[in-house]
Structure formats: structure tokens, C-alpha cells
């Protein structure tokens, strides 16, 4: 089991930027793709982007495509977001999830995909 924790949520103003962080704990997260994912309120939660074990392949919403990065450090079992240009519309719980697997990423992947998840840090863009 490994257990993650978001943090670096946060009040921006559109056009702004944020870097998310999530640490991982109980298992190196090196044999793990890892996603993040978001929920507005009274909506689903959405895929944003995901990165496969190694940091070798990477896919995005494309909603996000351009503004957002996602990245990782196996040696620091941490994954990171960074949110540039940022939009109202992109405010949401934001949430890290750890699917184990070594495969690379071709599209990208599905909630059910994921077997361990955060708690979510709340990015609030105001307009």
C-alpha cells in the first residue's frame, strides 16, 4: 500500500501559477505510474495528466495541455504538478493517485485505473 499526501494548493489569481506536490509514503513509488486527477464541485472527477514509472511518458487532459507539467522524483517518492496560465475553470480539489504498473503511457489513463489515492489540496483561481 502506499499512502500519498497533496499539499501546495492554494488562492491565485488568473493568469497565475502553482506547484503541487505529492508525497508518497509505505512504498517507493518507482514502480508506480502516477496521475493527478481533479473534482469541481458538483462534478466528476476528471483525469489531468499522468506519468508513467520512470518519467518516460507522460499525457495531459487537453484542457491542460500547454499550461500544466507533471514530473517526478523517485529518489524524494514525490510527484509534482505545476499549473501555469491558470484559469478559473480550473478550480477544483486536486488529487494524486498511484496505479502500479511499468508500462508507459499511450493515452491516458482512467479513474478505476488507480488503486491508492490522496485527500486532495483545493486550488481556487479567482477571475
Known amino acids: 500500500q502506499v499512502w500519498l499526501v497533496e499539499s501546495g494548493g492554494g488562492l491565485v489569481q488568473a493568469g497565475g501559477s502553482l506547484r503541487l506536490s505529492c508525497a508518497a509514503s509505505g512504498r517507493t513509488i518507482s514502480t508506480y505510474t502516477m496521475g493527478w486527477f481533479r473534482q469541481a464541485p458538483g462534478k466528476e472527477r476528471d483525469v489531468v495528466a499522468a506519468?508513467?514509472?520512470?518519467?518516460?511518458?507522460?499525457a495531459y487532459a487537453d484542457s491542460v495541455k500547454g499550461r500544466f507539467t507533471i514530473s517526478r522524483d523517485n529518489a524524494k517518492n514525490t510527484v509534482y504538478l505545476q499549473m501555469n496560465s491558470l484559469k478559473p475553470e480550473d478550480t477544483a480539489v486536486y488529487y494524486c493517485a498511484a496505479r502500479l504498473s511499468r508500462a508507459g503511457i499511450s493515452k491516458l489513463p482512467i479513474i478505476t485505473d488507480f488503486g491508492s489515492w490522496g485527500q486532495g489540496t483545493q486550488v481556487t483561481v479567482s477571475s
Open positions: 506519468i508513467s514509472w520512470g518519467g518516460g511518458s507522460t
